[in-house]
T-cell receptor, first 113, second 116 residues
Framework: DAGITQSPRYKITETGRQVTLMCHQT?????MFWYRQDLGHGLRLIYY???????DKGEVPDGYVVSRSKTENFPLTLESATRSQTSVYFC????????????FGNGTRLTVT | AQKVTQAQTEISVVEKEDVTLDCVYE???????LFWYKQPPSGELVFLIR??????QNEISGRYSWNFQKSTSSFNFTITASQVVDSAVYFC?????????????FGTGTLLAVQP
């Protein structure tokens, strides 16, 4: 089915470990985004990508790495996880054009112990 | 810099009451887009509406209506005759037109609780 899929849905990891959150969309949307959602902060943009091999920082990029070798995939890597990165992570995609709404995945709940 | 402010952290109403969720934004772009999203208790984010900066017409969709006023940089959302199913977190968001502002920035959200 067409859509945007995040995996895993839940992840528990330890401080200092590397973890990668996956995001896959089947719409061939140009734009993809990663947000984190924390109580009191709403949704904050981590990184976004306008096309394959084009990425840019958002509001809170420190501690995260992204890549986009294929249009449909936009993985987010925490190189050395910290407790402050415990959050719910949402991936989103949109068509080219600033008036295009974002379509969100169901989120990944990450806990760093 | 772009910014979206939703000053109301939580609102509680009784079913059938009308409720307005406030959204104030800041941007230097002359062309920009405003959005509202709903996040029900199940957690998914649902797109509700978009509005571009050149279209100040208010919009009504069933019990939902949106009031866009450029003069006050506001894009408020009103639910008429609220229902329990309207209980959710509502986010207002802004997307600019320029290269550096072409990203969707969200407010901190308003938690709406509709009591039966």
């Amino acid at each position: 089915d067409a859509g945007i899929t995040q995996s895993p849905r839940y992840k528990i990891t330890e401080t200092g470990r590397q973890v990668t959150l996956m995001c896959h969309q089947t719409w061939s949307h140009s734009y993809m985004f990663w947000y984190r959602q924390d109580l009191g902060h709403g949704l904050r943009l981590i990184y976004y990508s306008a096309a394959a091999d084009i990425t840019d920082k958002g509001e809170v990029p420190d501690g995260y790495v992204v890549s986009r070798s294929k249009t449909e995939n936009f993985p987010l890597t925490l190189e050395s996880a910290t407790r402050s990165q415990t959050s719910v992570y949402f991936c989103a995609s949109s068509e080219w054009g600033q008036n295009s709404p974002l379509h969100f995945g169901n989120g990944t709940r990450l806990t760093v112990t | 810099a772009q910014k979206v402010t939703q000053a109301q952290t939580e609102i509680s109403v009784v079913e059938k009451e009308d409720v307005t969720l406030d959204c104030v934004y800041e941007t230097r772009d002359t062309t920009y887009y405003l959005f509202w999203y709903k996040q029900p208790p199940s957690g998914e984010l649902v797109f509700l509406i978009r509005r571009n900066s050149f279209d100040e017409q208010n919009e009504i969709s069933g019990r939902y209506s949106w009031n866009f006023q450029k003069s006050t940089s506001s894009f408020n959302f009103t639910i008429t005759a609220s229902q329990v199913v309207d209980s959710a977190v509502y986010f207002c968001a802004l997307r600019g037109y320029g290269g550096a502002t072409n990203k969707l920035i969200f407010g901190t959200g308003t938690l709406l609780a509709v009591q039966p």
